[in-house]
């Protein structure tokens, strides 16, 4: 398999596999077992994206809740009860579109609940309640002396 701008993404909690965002054909790629040496094959299960225009520019999961969170150009969706099982298309629910198009990773805080998504193009970071789809409800929590943010991680620590 050749995959240019793949995503790697865990499994969701009991699941054991590997989630791949494919970004043109959007699609995410689904490996059900991970083979234990090198030269055997890996075992695969494709949910093509439609409209076929979009482009998967990040995922994260909130493996508690069997939760995916996607980033398509400028919106962010979550698909609920995801699992590397399933063979049926998702079902996406709209949680913030407003971002610009640009590549940006989205993470998920697993403490707080919160996402956030770094935006290149606008030149900041911005986070709001993951499961709330109030698109309304966003604050921007970086914005001065930041250039072309790409890349997102974070490291939640319960206080």
Known sequence: MHCIN??????????????????????????????????????????????????????????DRAVLFIAFGSYVYMVKDFSIMQKKPPIYTLVYTGKSSAVGQIAFDYLSKNLYWCDSFLNWIAMKPAYNTDETIQKVVVQDDLNYPRGLTLDPEER
Not at 27 to 32: E, G, M, P, S, V
Not at 35 to 43: A, G, L, R, V, W
């Open 6 to 63: 793949c995503i790697l993404f865990l499994g969701i909690q009991s699941d054991k596999g590997l989630i791949l965002g494919l970004w043109n054909p959007a699609a995410i790629l689904k490996f059900t077992e991970i083979p234990i040496k090198s030269t055997s094959n890996f075992n695969n299960i494709s949910l093509p994206i439609t409209p076929s225009g979009l482009t998967i520019t990040s995922m994260v999961s909130d493996p």
